[in-house]
Nanobody, 123 residues
């Protein structure tokens, strides 16, 4: 199966921007639907955005619509999350995930996960 590694997290002030990357290796990246999730301390892992294997279907959580943009570059085996107008409540560990059968909003639907990257937004 595919292996995933996130990068691009860091500390940013409110209103700033970050771009997260999710690099895939192993199986054919373009066969997988991909998602971004986040988990704040003491809270459950929640859906952020998802993109189908060809990029034709995209979904966002209401909390990030208009601020975050998900994209993928299949020849580069990489998915991205451009995060603009960041808010303190966006602070979390961000995870990318892959699944071959569905473009879903539930973490349980994904069977491959990266290790996560920390995003901290200061007020």
């Amino acid at each position: 199966q595919v292996q995933l590694v996130e990068s691009g997290g860091g500390l940013v002030q409110a209103g700033g921007s970050l771009r997260l990357s999710c690099a895939a290796s192993g199986r054919t990246f373009s066969n997988y639907n991909m998602g971004w999730f986040r988990q704040a301390p003491g809270k459950e892992r929640t859906f952020v955005a998802a993109i189908s294997w060809r990029g034709r279907t995209i979904r966002y959580a209401d909390s990030v619509k208009g601020r975050f943009t998900i994209s993928r570059d299949n020849p580069k085996n990489t998915m991205y999350l451009q995060m603009n107008s960041l808010k303190p409540e966006d602070t979390a560990v961000y995870y990318c995930a892959a699944d071959r059968t569905t473009i879903a909003t539930m973490p349980s639907a994904y069977d491959v996960w990266g290790q996560g990257t920390q995003v901290t937004v200061s007020s």
